[in-house]
């Protein structure tokens, strides 16, 4: 009886993964010439490094008529790192739309950058608020 179920189990096994070998090759069949896109029809390739990358730290310094600003990493582990900001970048503080220059050294941002040209260009800056401080626990009275 285990010798009938082993074989009948080999043979079910066999026909699945053939039917995936023979579908996997009608896939990769190219379409006929007329079909094909003209060279000039077809989209530009996409960049390199297209992707938008995320950092969080502190602002080292920022240079509004070179529209760069250079953040130190919040591990402490990395170097500052200089970004370019594009004209339509978005930057905000609090919820409100901001300006470059209405950042200061200090501040702690979360950039988001694309890689252009061997450069980072920001996309996006948000300056983070510092928390409130907790309020002051009451003093109790002591016992006596």
Do not use: Y
Not at 110 to 125: N, W
């Amino acid at each position: 009886m285990f010798k009938k179920l082993s074989i009948c189990v080999t043979v079910l096994c066999a026909f699945a993964f053939t039917g995936t070998v023979f579908a996997d090759d009608q896939a990769v069949t190219p379409p006929p010439a007329a079909a094909q896109a003209t060279p000039a029809a077809t989209p530009a390739a996409p960049a390199k490094h297209s992707k938008t990358s995320i950092i969080s730290g502190a602002v080292v310094s920022v240079d509004a008529t070179a529209k760069q600003i250079v953040v130190k990493g919040s591990e402490g582990k990395m170097d500052s790192i200089t970004f370019d900001v594009s004209d339509d970048a978005n930057i905000r503080k609090a919820g409100k739309e901001i300006a470059l220059t209405d950042i200061a050294a200090g501040d702690r941002v979360m950039v988001a950058f694309k890689h252009k040209d061997d450069k980072r260009v920001a996309t996006s800056i948000k300056v983070r608020t510092p928390k409130p401080a907790a309020p002051a626990a009451p003093a109790t009275p002591e016992a006596k």
